[in-house]
């Protein structure tokens, strides 16, 4: 069975500072994807980052990047620069098209 | 274009009763998903259409839950004799992708409550 972690459940960081939200999972497929998904309070879930288990490079989109230690199964997300706006719950996620789910790290940005 | 709807976003039923909640995908998106989310935790995955075809529901959780997309576009997924279990936020999501990596555009929810 596939399973996601998240074991920070609520983190606050200081606007403008970088935060990194931590993801473990589990699989036994050999091609797998893993993705960043944000859900703001009353809102919904949006992708944030997206990474090709068979790709080594980890992948970055503008403030975000992740560290994807394959070998290890974890899948973390950095944030740099920090705004008001990333106060949000945020997911990862593992699969193809059926995705499973970490429980999510609610993460505030103080001003 | 407009994202992806969610209809009605609130409903409250009472134990025993039939719902039927509505999604209407991204024009053009071939595959639709469904997802329960509780209260507090991550979303489970239900169920997935491409196009009109169901090619996986092996998340539903009981036979009281049925999911159709008859034209390949809007879906629907029913419940019947609701139960306090059932309680939770239904997602749907819809991607242009027929395979990996299924980029996903996730509809505002159906909050349901079942009293």
């Known amino acids: 069975a596939q399973t996601v972690t998240q074991s920070q459940p609520e983190m606050s960081v200081q606007e403008a500072e970088t935060v990194t939200l931590s993801c473990t999972y589990d699989?036994?497929?050999?091609?797998?994807?893993l993705f960043w998904y944000k859900q703001p309070p009353s809102r919904q879930m949006i992708l944030v980052i997206r990474?090709?288990?068979?790709k080594q490079q980890n992948a970055t989109e503008n403030r975000f990047s992740v560290n994807f230690q394959k070998a290890a199964k974890s899948f973390s997300l950095k944030i740099s620069d920090s705004q008001l706006g990333d106060t949000a719950m945020y997911f990862c996620?593992?699969?193809?098209?059926?995705?499973?789910w970490g429980a999510g790290t609610k993460l505030i940005i103080k001003p | 274009g407009a994202g992806v709807s969610q209809s009605p976003r609130y409903k409250v039923a009472k134990r025993g009763q039939d719902v039927a909640l509505r999604c209407d995908p991204i024009s053009g998106h071939v595959s639709l998903f469904w997802y329960q989310q509780a209260l507090g935790q991550g979303p489970e995955f239900l169920t997935y259409f491409q196009n009109e075809a169901q090619l996986d529901k092996s998340g539903l959780p009981s036979d009281r839950f049925f999911a159709e997309r008859p034209e390949g576009s809007v879906s629907t997924l029913k419940i019947q004799r609701t139960q306090q279990e059932d309680s939770a936020v239904y997602l749907c999501?819809?991607?242009?992708?027929?395979?990996?990596?299924?980029?996903?555009?996730f509809g505002p929810g159906t909050r349901l409550t079942v009293t």
């Open positions: 996620a593992l699969g193809n098209y059926q995705l499973i």
């Open positions: 999501a819809s991607s242009r992708d027929r395979g990996p990596p299924y980029e996903q555009y």
């Open positions: 990474q090709e288990a068979y």
């Open positions: 699989t036994s497929e050999s091609n797998y994807y």
